[in-house]
Every structure is written in structure tokens, then in C-alpha cells.
């Protein structure tokens, strides 16, 4: 008789708990991207904002962050960013020499070769002392 009763109750509960979906952290989309570069020749190392969309210049690199993403802080967590990054020659030629994800946590796993210069992401953040590129006209 108890089996009866209970079979039903377990039965939805099976079926209740194979079409729950696993929890996903949600991304935080963030409006600037901090960055390190590394000039190989005099050891320097130049830390530097960029807000999504912009293109900046270190050395002859120009570096554009397209998406900056973190996690909440109840998440482990994850900083990645989508970057194209360009060589520009003494000449002014323009060649893409990366596009893709970088990963604050993993510097090693970008594949930006340069024989001059390295990149890798720091951070995302939602804020820089640094003026949007509308402010500074």
C-alpha cells in the first residue's frame, strides 16, 4: 500500500530532477580591460586601461578589446576578454596577428608570438580613472 503511494511521489521526483538544468554562472560584461605589456628589449613592463571597442598603441601592437567578462563574486573567478591585436610596420602596413580569447588566469595560453612584445589580460572592471574616448575630444 506505502508503495503505491509512494511510487507516483518518486517517480516525479526522477522526472523533476532530470529536467532541471545545472545553475550557470552568469558573465558580467565589463567596459574596460587592464592589460600588462612587456617590451622584450628593455625589460619594461607598462600596465594600461582599454575600454571595449577602443584600439590603443603599445610599441607597435594596437590592442582592441571587443568583450570583457568576469564572474560575480560568489563564483570562482574567471576573467577572460576577446581581443584583436595588430602589428603595424615601419612602413605603416596594418597585419592581424591574434584574434581570439585571452584568459587573466592562464597568461600562457594566449597565442599572441611577438619576438618584441608580450600581452595578457590583468582584469575586466566596470571602472578606470582613465576618460572614454567621447571625453577625450
Not at 608580450?118 to 582613465?130: A, G, M, N, R, Y
Amino acid at each position: 500500500m506505502a508503495f503505491r503511494v509512494l511510487r507516483p511521489l518518486f517517480a516525479a521526483l526522477v522526472v523533476g530532477l532530470g529536467c532541471a538544468a545545472p545553475a550557470v554562472a552568469q558573465s558580467i560584461a565589463n567596459p574596460v580591460a587592464t592589460f600588462s605589456g612587456l617590451d622584450k628589449i628593455t625589460a619594461r613592463i607598462t600596465t594600461f586601461d582599454v575600454y571595449i571597442d577602443e584600439t590603443v598603441q603599445f610599441g607597435a601592437l594596437q590592442i582592441t578589446p571587443r568583450a570583457c567578462y568576469t564572474r560575480p563574486p560568489t563564483e570562482t573567478q574567471r576573467t577572460s576578454a576577446f581581443i584583436e591585436v595588430d602589428q603595424v610596420s615601419l612602413r605603416g602596413q596594418i597585419t592581424r596577428l591574434f584574434t581570439g580569447w585571452i584568459f587573466a588566469d592562464s597568461p600562457a595560453l594566449n597565442a599572441i608570438d611577438h619576438a618584441v612584445y608580450d600581452i595578457w589580460l590583468l582584469e575586466c572592471k566596470q571602472q578606470t580613472d582613465v576618460p572614454p574616448p567621447q571625453a577625450r575630444n
